[in-house]
């Protein structure tokens, strides 16, 4: 239900009070709704709680962001990091629904593709990113889009040395985190 309803544009954000909720129905309601989940343990973190949904729900600068990629000849995608729900479009596009943008947010998109050999140095075409978003433009809801080119860049040690972003690791990781977090959730619930 809360999946079908998100179709219509409601976000649903569960609270699972001190002990003896059902978790798992709460966080599945919760994600299937790109809504947030919530334990809350006293009287002060449901008050912090709904403080947080209501600054966020006025921060919303963007609505259903969507990402279309299209592949470069030999390139699939092996997996994506993130929470992100992955479906194909008519034409065998993978499509990632990417849900809200909030004011000063970061969306971030990790992706596992499996490449050919890149054996020549210089710039590689891997994909294309076709977006869209609904946002409030002169006063209007309207329809957003526009598109990215992906490209990887082979060369030395020593450029990829210099090229190394400590902060593109640690939110690769993050995102690598939140995704196993989802694993071992969908594994507890078949084991239930």
């Known amino acids: 239900t809360a999946a079908k309803k ?13 002990q003896g909720f059902n978790e798992d129905l709460l966080i599945g309601m919760a994600r299937a709704a790109t809504g947030n989940f919530y334990f809350i343990q006293s009287i002060d973190d449901a008050s912090e709680v709904f403080e947080i949904e209501l600054d966020t729900m006025k921060s919303v600068v963007a609505q259903n ?7 470069s000849p030999n ?15 008519s034409s065998g596009k993978t499509v990632l629904v990417l849900g809200d943008v909030y004011e000063g947010e970061d969306k971030l998109l990790g992706l596992t593709l499996n490449l050919p050999e890149l054996s020549k140095t210089g710039e590689h075409p891997l994909l294309k990113l076709f ?12 329809q957003v889009s526009g598109d990215a080119h992906v490209n990887a860049k082979v060369g030395t040690i ?3 040395a210099a090229a190394y972003s ?25 084991n239930s």
Not at 65 to 71: N, P, S, V, Y
Not at 76 to 89: I, N, R
Not at 131 to 142: E, F, K, L, R, S
């Open 6 to 18: 998100n179709e219509e544009g409601i976000v649903t954000t569960t609270l699972g009070f001190a």
């Open 166 to 190: 400590s902060n593109v690791t640690l939110e690769l990781s993050r995102l690598k985190i939140a995704k196993a977090k989802e694993s071992a959730l969908e594994l507890a619930d078949k």
């Open 131 to 142: 977006y869209t978003a609904d946002a409030i433009q002169n006063g209007v809801i309207a």
């Open 158 to 160: 020593e450029e990829a």
């Open 65 to 71: 962001l969507t990402a279309t990629l299209e592949f």
């Open 75 to 89: 390139v699939t995608l092996t997996d994506t990091l993130g929470l992100a729900k992955v479906t194909k479009d």
